[in-house]
């Protein structure tokens, strides 16, 4: 159920992409983590009303370490393998070419022709006497050789074109297995056909930018090289006779990668269009995991056995909370990604250590004097770590989100923040704060930092104290201030 509401929009826009006519070469992008091969995987097992799909997935991360000429034998042995996964068998239809092999006298007329025509002077007669019988029989022989010469000719081409096609890693290859292959996919889609219904064989190969940077290029080109064959087999696009192939990694990785590896000037849109027929599919799923945010989540309003475990989600996902907030942003702006989200599902808040030591020397409660801070700690624990997290708000720059309640949380933030200046003397007018340019200090209306407004940032201007109304830049700044803050007085780590 949480993946059906996951892929809502992405389905539609798929099967949008993959209607386009002759696309049939599909370069899938995301970033790592977005949830690609889930939701292939989930898409294609999905039977179509119109479209029936038997899909083949492939995972050449190791194929780094193997020769170019045994890269193809492993993408045949993957979908062999795929086949017996699937419970598909060989019968003996995929196999009765085999029995069309031509006879020897055919193969070799002209050595055992050639052969009689050399024993005609050993018989016990005078050749002299059959001279005449001799040259009519060799002028035979010759007119015949000379008439059948093209035919010859192009049996020994047929020949060495025969060896190219069953040499190993031949871009050329046509073996007996290739041909099997073939012959088992058109049998399925022959199988699946019915009224109104169409089959349709796909080859996903997946994690292509997972590949050792310095073998990535060269698998690709084995790739580009075998899987279009025209000259082998006009009346498909792809090998083996796939409708569609459909290559996943991330474009911006590779692309990346590539001009590293040959110069930022080289042209990376010239070697990657060959990968795909119309256009490069964007896989895009922010909208569908921000609308369903919440379930990943622990709910605020189920009631909990454990008093302190309830007590927690309260403080730390209750009213004006951060972490929905923060956590929308990291998505939309690609901070943290599907994955991260699925490894902290419903996650329980937790706390280390109730209290906590200020730069200014002031000891805290975390839950009882400032719930943001275990707000932040839960959003530490989500993404792994403060490294984590410090990598989604170097790229967390802006708000996208319709509301976000600014003011509420810039407040709580900011009043921690200024304990880092020592002048600073909570509730008093002389205990003025110097931030971001100009002069402040807090109004406070009660002992609590809970989740209800409870006190103010005032701005000081000749004297005399306003209100303050912080900007999305500033709430971008303080958020970041907060975390390292609080990565150097030890609460996240």
């Known amino acids: 159920m949480l993946f059906e509401e996951l892929f809502t929009v992405p389905e539609k826009d798929f099967t949008k992409h993959l209607k386009i006519p002759d696309n049939n070469r599909i370069l899938f992008s995301s970033r ?45 042995y993957d979908i062999i393998y795929e086949f017996l996964e699937k419970g598909i068998k060989v019968q003996n239809t995929d196999i009765e070419y085999l029995k069309s092999v031509p006879g020897f006298f055919k193969k070799n007329y002209l050595k055992i022709a050639t052969a009689l025509v050399y024993m005609i002077p050993k018989v ?60 088992i996919l058109q049998r399925l889609k022959n199988e699946n056909v019915a009224d109104s219904v169409t089959s349709k064989n796909v080859l996903i190969i997946d994690d292509l930018d997972r590949i050792d940077p310095e073998h990535l290029f060269r698998i690709l080109n084995v790739f580009a090289a075998h899987f279009d064959c025209p000259k082998l087999q006009p009346e498909r696009d792809n090998k083996f006779g796939f409708d569609k192939i459909i290559l996943v990694c991330d474009v911006e990785n590779v692309r990346n990668i590539f001009q590293a590896k040959y110069g930022g000037n080289s042209d990376f849109i010239g070697y990657i269009d060959k990968f795909y027929s119309t256009e490069i599919y964007y896989y895009d799923n922010k909208k569908n995991i921000n609308g369903i945010l919440n379930k990943f989540l622990p709910s605020t309003s189920e009631r909990r056995s454990n008093d302190q475990e309830y007590f927690l989600i309260q403080t730390v996902l209750g009213n004006n909370s951060i972490v929905p907030y923060l956590m929308q942003e990291f998505i939309t702006q690609n901070c943290i990604n599907l994955r991260t989200l699925i490894k902290s599902y419903q996650k329980i808040p937790r706390i280390e250590n109730e209290y906590f030591t200020l730069p200014s020397g002031t000891r805290m409660s975390f839950s009882e004097n400032y719930p943001i801070i275990l707000q932040f700690f839960y959003i530490n624990d989500l993404l792994g770590g403060y490294y984590n997290f410090k990598l989604a708000l170097n790229n967390f720059t802006t708000i996208t989100a319709e509301y976000v309640p600014i003011q509420v949380i810039c407040n709580r ?61 500033q709430f971008v700044m303080l958020v970041s201030e907060l975390a390292e803050l609080l990565n150097i007085i030890g609460v996240l780590r």
Do not use: C
Not at 136 to 145: M, V
Not at 439 to 464: L, P
């Open 32 to 76: 790592f983590g977005m949830g690609k091969t889930t939701f292939l995987n989930y898409y294609f097992e999905q039977q179509k009303e119109s479209v029936r799909y038997n899909a083949f997935h492939l995972y050449p991360v190791n194929y780094s370490i193997s020769h170019n000429e045994d890269i193809f034998n492993y993408i045949k």
């Open 413 to 473: 933030i900011f009043e921690i923040i200024a304990h880092k200046q020592r002048n600073y003397k909570p509730n008093k007018s002389d205990g003025l704060v110097s931030w971001d340019g100009e002069i402040f200090h807090i109004q406070d209306h009660g002992k609590s930092r809970s989740n209800t407004d409870t006190f103010q940032v005032m701005e000081v201007k000749e004297g005399q104290s306003e209100n303050y109304e912080f900007s999305v830049k």
């Open 124 to 183: 016990g007669k005078d050749v002299m006497e059959s001279y005449d019988k001799l040259k009519e029989i060799s002028d035979l022989f010759i007119e015949y050789s000379q008439n059948d010469k093209k035919n010859s000719e192009e049996e020994v081409l047929n020949s060495y074109m025969e060896q190219i096609e069953q040499a190993n890693g031949s871009i050329y290859d046509n073996s007996v297995i290739t041909q099997m292959i073939l012959n």
